[in-house]
Nanobody
Framework: QVQLVESGGGLVQAGGSLTLSCAASGRTFSAYAMGWFRQAPGKAREIVAVISRSGDTTYYIDSVKGRFTISRDNVKNTVYLQMNSLKPADTAVYYC????????????????WGQGTQVTVSS
């Protein structure tokens, strides 16, 4: 079992920045690829970004490329999502997700979820 706890969400104006954090516990953090998903009201949960176990490979959906950066600290057992130039379309609940396989997070969803953190971007 992996326990994930997100933090860092909030209300921000368009063009602003936020950094989300996801603290992991329970198993060896470095054994898991980590991802950020988001779910807007009335929409399906979608992948946003994924980072490999070592942190040397990342994946982003097109709509956040150049604006968001995923990173991880395998000593602090934490994954981050730095979000810049935020848009109202980025408004959603953001979830941390973990799986042993990077490809699983990119194509599907991993086995372990956090509780989510709300990000609201006002225009």
């Amino acid at each position: 079992q992996v326990q994930l706890v997100e933090s860092g969400g909030g209300l921000v104006q368009a063009g602003g920045s936020l950094t989300l954090s996801c603290a992991a516990s329970g198993r060896t953090f470095s054994a898991y690829a980590m991802g950020w998903f988001r779910q807007a009201p009335g929409k399906a949960r979608e992948i946003v970004a994924v980072i490999s176990r070592s942190g040397d490979t990342t994946y982003y959906i097109d709509s956040v490329k150049g604006r968001f950066t995923i990173s991880r600290d395998n000593v602090k057992n934490t994954v981050y999502l730095q979000m810049n130039s935020l848009k109202p379309a980025d408004t959603a609940v953001y979830y941390c997700n973990a799986d042993r396989l990077f490809s699983t997070l990119v194509r599907e969803k991993g086995d372990y979820w956090g509780q989510g953190t709300q990000v609201t971007v006002s225009s």
